[in-house]
């Protein structure tokens, strides 16, 4: 079981920068996908983007290749979504979100219903 609490969300300008962070708890996440999520108002949740936790490149969506980066610190079992040049549109629920790894994947999964374990949640707002 996998325990997953994001934080550093807020309100920032069109243009501006975020970072938010996800801390794991209970099983440390060597053996997961890690991923990040996000949901706007009326909209279906949407892959940001995600990475092995055992080694691999970190895969994006299109809308935010080049100016969003996730990374991790293990050792404090710690993943980050790093939002530069943010948009009105990048205005959402951000989740992040745990997959176990399964030796039939091709790639780094991008469905959310590939990830079984998910934070609460936290709100970003891009204001125009």
């Known amino acids: 079981q996998v325990q997953l609490v994001e934080s550093g969300g807020g309100l920032v300008q069109a243009g501006g920068s975020l970072r938010l962070s996800c801390a794991a708890s209970?099983?440390?996440?060597?053996?997961?996908?890690m991923g990040w999520f996000r949901q706007a108002p009326g909209k279906e949740r949407e892959f940001v983007g995600a990475f092995k936790s055992s080694g691999g490149d970190t895969v994006y969506a299109d809308s935010v290749k080049g100016r969003f980066t996730v990374s991790s610190d293990s050792a404090n079992d710690k993943v980050y979504l790093q939002m530069k040049s943010l948009k009105p549109d990048a205005t959402a629920v951000y989740y992040c979100?745990?997959?176990?790894?399964?030796?039939?994947?091709?790639?780094?999964?991008?469905?959310?219903?590939?990830?079984?374990?998910w934070g609460q949640g936290t709100q970003v707002t891009v204001s125009s």
């Open positions: 979100a745990a997959a176990i790894i399964d030796y039939r994947d091709y790639d780094v999964p991008r469905t959310d219903r590939r990830y079984a374990y």
């Open positions: 209970g099983r440390t996440f060597s053996s997961y996908y």
